[in-house]
């Protein structure tokens, strides 16, 4: 089975423009999460969606959305980015939002931001 | 909030011989679970292995185990065996077991620690 899959694998911006990754959890798992990892750092919780709705949200400004569709594919958009946003991107797909679920990560998205 | 700290920076370790990594966290909940995660430089994050904190044995997977001190909120991993293929950067992680609440599903990473494994 496929793993979790992301788009793109590498991406550059520059400030003030917007930006959508994209993230296809493993068949049958109905939950995705949004980490941002910042080079040298552990990963920072963005949001988790479940069934198309917000589930849980981190501590980051409402220049980051995020949305679920029906199949369970997720997209996260940042809007008037900063340089402070380069970072890799991780998603994670679990069965359900119970927490012993256990998150299963993509390889990520690498954004930079000039 | 909860805080998950790893104080090694960077470890090595001799192959074949045995390494253990750090995790200390903070937490006033009584239900959660603990994580190891390892990051390898192609970056996919791969879960190593689990504990629940309501479980008192000590969870092992292969040649990886934890020591899990509930009390002193310790959760260190031991490698043993260590094998070239297990360079790469570890993160310790909580999640609390509580339903509900914005940071439902939250994974909290400690910041890391590399690896390296010498032939």
């Known amino acids: 089975d496929a793993g979790v899959t992301q788009s793109p694998t590498h991406l550059i911006k520059t400030r003030g423009q917007q930006v959508t990754l994209r993230c296809s959890p493993i068949?049958?798992?109905?939950?995705v999460s949004w980490y941002q990892q910042v080079l040298g750092q552990g990963p920072q919780f963005i949001f988790q969606y479940y069934e198309k709705e917000e589930r849980g949200r981190g501590n980051f400004p409402d220049r980051f959305s995020a949305r679920q569709f029906p199949n369970y594919s997720s997209e996260l958009n940042v809007n008037a980015l900063l340089l402070g946003d380069s970072a890799l991107y991780l998603c994670?797909?679990?069965?359900?939002?119970?927490?012993?679920?256990?998150?299963?990560f993509g390889p990520g998205t690498r954004l930079l931001v000039l | 909030a909860q805080t998950v700290t790893q104080s090694q920076p960077e470890m090595s370790v001799q192959e074949a011989e045995t390494v253990t990594l750090s995790c200390t966290y903070d937490t006033s909940e009584s239900d959660y679970y603990l994580f190891w995660y390892k990051q390898p430089p192609s970056r996919q994050m791969i879960l190593v292995i689990r504990q629940e904190a309501y479980k008192q044995q000590n969870a092992t997977e292969n040649r990886f185990s934890v020591n899990f001190q509930k009390a002193a909120k310790s959760f260190s991993l031991k490698i043993s065996d260590s094998q070239l293929g297990d360079a790469a950067m570890y993160f310790c992680a909580y999640r609390s077991g509580r339903a509900g609440g914005t940071s439902y599903g939250k994974l909290t990473f400690g910041q890391g620690t590399i690896l390296t494994v010498h032939p």
């Open positions: 994670a797909s679990s069965l359900a939002t119970v927490s012993q679920e256990t998150q299963y």
């Open positions: 068949s049958g798992h109905k939950s």
